[in-house]
């Protein structure tokens, strides 16, 4: 029995997304490494929570036990059919709020960048709010006109984004010499790394004097929460971020900064 294809098959049946595939082999993987004599079939509810106590003991994170927890549902329940009913339930880690650049750290940011081509990839991914592994699937074909679109983005949905008019023409060059289906950003061994933008980014910080910690969902954080201080509505940033729940994007709201979204302090009203 090879768990990993098993987990592969019932996840592509079900149309689930890469990244929560490879997600849940790793999670199942690691409960193998520790339960490595005992056949899968064999496995019961009381391994499991064994398992994941043992996680609490190293102290981790309450939201990273329940993504073991939801793995290893996944695949005893879905993928062998074994009735296990592992509802347990861990309480998650304090929500911090994201770090967020201002608009004029965002310009120390990108002026610090001398490469013409990795400076455009850092300008795309914040007018865009584009994950990082999304820009690095963008295709020439993805472009259409002043808008592109990201394919099967997070939940494999599609999604427009926008295509910021200062740098609109440099990607339309760039799309102009490549054909339809090959990527728009590559480097020497292929499709660019996630990897290497997220140095760029770290060179780029330490450069521009930041001192906040700076990675590339920063950006698209950024990117939110610049556009509800620009007056648009949480519905239309939504959108674009593709979050499947308002309520995710709401927290933009708490970001952005009172000044830029007209709230007054009620003192200036006696």
Known sequence: MDPNELIRKEAMRRG??????KTYKYCVEQFFKKNKDKDPRQITKKDVREFLDDLIEKDKPGNTINVYNNSLKF????CLGKRMKLNIKYSKKPRRLPTVLTQQEIKLLINSI????HKLM??????????VSELTNLKVQDIEGNYGWVREGKGMKDRPFILADKISNKIKDICNNKKSEEYIFQSYKGKMSTRTIQVIIKKATKKARITKNVHPHTLRHSFATHLIENGYAVSEVQSLLGHASLDTTM???HLARPNLINVKSPLDEL
């Open 75 to 78: 695949f005893f329940e879905e």
């Open 114 to 117: 001398e490469n013409e081509k």
């Open 251 to 253: 927290i933009y709201v």
């Open 122 to 131: 850092i300008q795309l991914l914040y007018s865009s709010g584009m994950r």
């Open 16 to 21: 689930l997304s890469p990244r929560t595939i």
